[in-house]
């Protein structure tokens, strides 16, 4: 299989599988879209994505609502998008991604995890380059979807690699193409289960499990922060 599936493999690992974190995570982001386009999913595509992934979470209908109305409330926050980019126990390396109303907050924070956690932060565009970003969709196979002709509709929209496996596709396109590719699926009637930007590591690197072990410690830390969006890592 191909880099599709080998993200989808790390995917399954992700930590984010207890609702109290990742809850209020899926619901900053609706606040986020709703805040930038308007609280109307029809006429805000990213508020769209948001609440597509919230929903593909089981993030209930209720807060979904209550977060689009935070958001276009008179008292509605104003997050900035921030990242930090570090390196853990044993050399890994890590990419977070935070939206913050308190940036001094946050960076205060994010430099505690990793000082106290056998890690540090490092100077912002020193690893960049070590993570691919990606726009990935993950959608259901249909009886009547030919994927031959449906690569061939995505290409021009800027669809790297088609894959599928037991019924689940991944379309994997450039971050740049995320809106491009977001926008063909909706003229295609295609409905998403989940659309992201993701940081996928050039070179994943092999850790034992004694390893994994200590930097998960630094990786849970992070992720329980509520500023935190996304945590990646160069972990194969």
């Given at each position: 299989m191909g880099r599709a599936f080998e993200y989808r493999k790390a995917a399954k690992m992700k930590r984010w599988g207890n609702m109290s974190r990742v809850f209020p995570k899926l619901a900053k982001a609706i606040e986020i879209a709703a805040k930038a386009g308007g609280g109307d999913p029809d006429m805000n595509?990213?508020?769209?994505?948001?609440?597509?992934?919230?929903?593909?979470?089981?993030?209930?209908?209720?807060?979904?609502?209550?977060?689009?109305?935070?958001?276009?409330?008179?008292?509605?926050?104003?997050?900035?998008?921030v990242n930090f980019e570090g390196k853990g126990p044993h050399g890994v390396l890590i990419f977070v991604e935070c939206a913050t109303d308190n940036n001094t907050r946050t960076v205060a924070n994010i430099k505690m995890y990793f000082n106290k956690n056998g890690g540090q932060?490092?100077?912002t565009g020193s690893l960049e380059f070590m993570f691919d970003r990606r726009a990935i969709f993950e959608f259901e196979k249909t009886e009547d979807m030919d994927l031959e002709e449906l690569e061939l509709e995505l290409?021009?929209?800027?669809?790297?690699?088609?894959?599928?496996?037991?019924?689940?596709?991944?379309?994997?396109?450039?971050?740049?193409?995320?809106?491009?590719?977001n926008a063909k699926f909706e003229e295609l009637g295609i409905e998403l289960k989940k659309a992201e930007l993701k940081r996928i590591p050039n070179n994943p690197h092999e850790f034992t499990e004694e390893e994994h072990d200590e930097i998960g410690k630094l990786l849970e830390k992070l992720e329980d922060d509520d500023d935190v969006q996304a945590v990646f890592t160069n972990m194969a």
């Open positions: 595509p990213a508020l769209r994505t948001a609440i597509l992934n919230a929903k593909a979470q089981n993030l209930p209908k209720t807060n979904i609502e209550a977060a689009i109305k935070r958001a276009t409330g008179k008292d509605a926050k104003n997050y900035t998008d932060v490092v100077p290409i021009d929209s800027g669809l790297e690699e088609l894959e599928e496996e037991d019924g689940l596709c991944i379309a994997i396109a450039d971050y740049t193409d995320f809106g491009n590719m």
